[in-house]
């Protein structure tokens, strides 16, 4: 509006508003100074008090425009411009009113308020340097022992890290000589355990700390007696013990010995150049001292258990061997008993079936009538092939527990397949079709009838595996101066999860098994110096390889 024009000849930012808060005019240092102005609500909210009127309730009240409209009376205030997210402006704010208009006049205070704070932070800040002026004052008085105090500290520290981070003693006492040597300005540092009759020195740090490992050393009987009473020695010396070569100049020699509770474990021992008084350090040292003893009773205590426990897992190891021999044994042993005992019972009516089908035989001979003669031969025939497959089976059993053959022999195992596949053939006849791949095999030493179980062992497994027919593959080949045997099934497979545990005792996932089976042909294959592995994929079938040295040294 002209009428207000006047205004632009301010340098102060001018806003004229109605009483309904209508924008009626803003002159030109307000937009100079308020360039992202874009309506006066988003404007009226980016002012705020610097100091919030004790009086306001509610939180439009902390608006300083919102007052302005409130009362009836001019109005002033020391406000805030949030111009950007990291910036503020300040004014202050006077306020007008004339008839019906309200008339907003900004005077940039931002220069003062800095300068205020600024000269706030040197006040402070001087402040602050005369306290520290004076600590420091007081620091330097202190400063030798304080500096001294901190090299100990430190040192102890860091030697508990080093019997907190392991339990090995070779690590901390390395560790250990390595810090020693060098908060002391030792050029050698070295740990010797107590033998007998002297100390033999176990770790070296430092120039030609080779030289001394596993070195005999002795002390002189005077040092010897401190060192047994647990005190820790410094002096100035020329040889370093009673069997080393005279140094050129005296050094300086610190013993501290090494203990826990009353059991004695050697000596650490620090030769350096610096001639200097270490009689305020004994309190370090005697600390040092008894941490480096517990580390090395815990780190022996521990690896005296870590000896025992691998004792009593290759015992425990050894007791399920011996208990999966046993089983296995027993088994065997049983299945022997059984057979002979189903041999011997078989055989009387065996040989009356059998003399008596000869005898037939002859008989049919004198019928005149040709068509039952004919009748009785074929019923002749058919008994023969019975008599024929029961020889066969109990022979095949005899052979398959041979409980007398306990040493190595040498065998076909072509014909061990055939053997198990013989007795096991009410399993495989109804589910699966053999398939046989058989190479020309030398013989080779071994214990058929432990091999025959493992056969039986995988055979049998294939054919739970497969759910109503499917094809069991047999291949037999050297390769690699080994003895090979595949047997592949397209069963259901194994697990990814099941497969690393099928070797293992007791685990098997059938509901009425016992998981023997496999754990026992793992143990016969070890004792042939042999591997079995096993290659297999849920849903689509099992391999197992077992691979024989063919020279075996069982």
């Known amino acids: 509006m002209e009428k207000f024009c006047f205004f632009n000849k301010f340098k102060e930012p001018v806003i004229i508003t109605n009483q309904e808060k209508d924008v009626l005019f803003v002159n030109n240092a307000f937009k100079r100074t308020f360039q992202d102005y874009k309506d006066f609500k988003r404007f009226s909210h980016k002012l705020n008090f610097d100091f919030y009127p004790l009086e306001v309730e509610g939180a439009s009240d902390f608006l300083p ?22 910036e503020l402006m300040f004014f202050d704010l006077s306020s007008y009113r004339r008839f019906n208009y309200i008339i907003m006049v900004f005077s940039d205070v931002s ?9 706030a932070e ?48 070779n690590n901390i006492l390395n560790s250990a000589l390595k810090e020693l040597a060098t908060v002391f300005g030792a050029f050698r540092a070295y740990y010797a355990s107590k033998q007998e009759s002297c100390y033999k020195i176990d770790f070296a740090y430092g120039k030609d700390n080779k030289l001394f490992i596993n070195k005999n050393i002795t002390f002189p009987n005077k040092i010897s007696t401190e060192i047994l009473n647990k005190n820790a020695i410094f002096s100035m010396v020329l040889k370093e013990f009673n ?60 690896e005296d258990n870590v000896k025992t426990v691998n004792e009593l897992q290759k015992t425990l190891k050894e007791l399920k061997d011996t208990q999966l021999q046993l089983i296995n044994s027993e088994k ?61 089976l109990i022979t095949s059993l005899k052979k ?8 190595l022999q040498e065998a076909d195992i072509n014909k061990e397949l055939d053997l198990t596949l013989a007795l096991i053939h009410h399993e495989t006849k109804h589910k699966a079709e053999i398939k046989k791949h058989y190479s ?27 759910e109503t027919k499917g094809i069991i593959d047999i291949t037999t080949e050297v390769k690699d101066n080994n003895l090979r045997v595949v047997i592949k099934d397209n069963g259901k497979g194994i697990k990814r999860e099941h497969i690393r545990k099928i070797f293992t005792e007791g685990f098997t996932t059938k509901s009425s098994g016992t998981g023997l089976g496999l754990a026992i042909s793992q143990k016969i294959i070890d004792k042939h110096n042999g591997e079995i592995h096993v290659d297999s994929e849920f849903g689509h079938g099992s391999c197992f390889t077992i691979s024989i040295p063919l020279l075996s040294k069982t």
Do not use: W
């Open 243 to 302: 069997e080393a070569e005279l140094f050129d100049s005296s050094l300086l020699r610190l013993i501290l010995p090494i203990y826990h509770l009353n059991s004695f474990f050697g000596v650490i021992v620090l030769i350096s150049k610096q001639k200097r008084d270490m009689s305020n350090e004994i309190d370090v040292l005697e600390s040092i001292s008894a941490q480096i003893g517990n580390a090395i009773a815990q780190a022996k205590l521990y």
């Open 400 to 407: 398959f527990v041979r409980l007398d053959e306990a040493e």
């Open 332 to 392: 065997m042993a049983s299945l022997g008993q059984l057979v002979a005992g189903i041999a011997h019972e078989i055989n009387t009516p065996f040989a009356s079936i059998k003399s008596n089908n000869a005898i037939m035989k002859k008989l049919i001979q004198k019928i005149d009538s040709d068509e039952l003669k004919e009748t009785f031969n074929e019923l002749n025939a058919i008994d023969n092939e019975a008599v024929l497959r029961i020889n066969h």
């Open 440 to 466: 020309d095999l030398p013989l080779i030493k071994c214990y058929p009838n432990m091999l025959n179980q493992v056969f039986m062992n995988i055979l049998v497994n294939a054919c739970h595996a497969i």
């Open 122 to 169: 040197n006040e402070a800040l001087n402040k602050k340097y005369m306290e520290i002026s004076e600590e420091t004052d007081k620091l330097k008085k202190r400063s030798t022992s304080n500096q001294a105090h901190a090299v100990k500290m430190t040192l102890i520290n860091k030697i508990s890290n080093i019997i907190r981070e392991s339990i090995n003693t």
């Open 65 to 86: 425009i919102n007052q302005i409209f409130t009362t009836k009376e001019d109005f002033s205030a020391l406000v805030s411009y949030q111009k950007t997210a990291n």
């Open 111 to 119: 220069a003062k308020m800095e300068l205020e704070s600024v000269k």
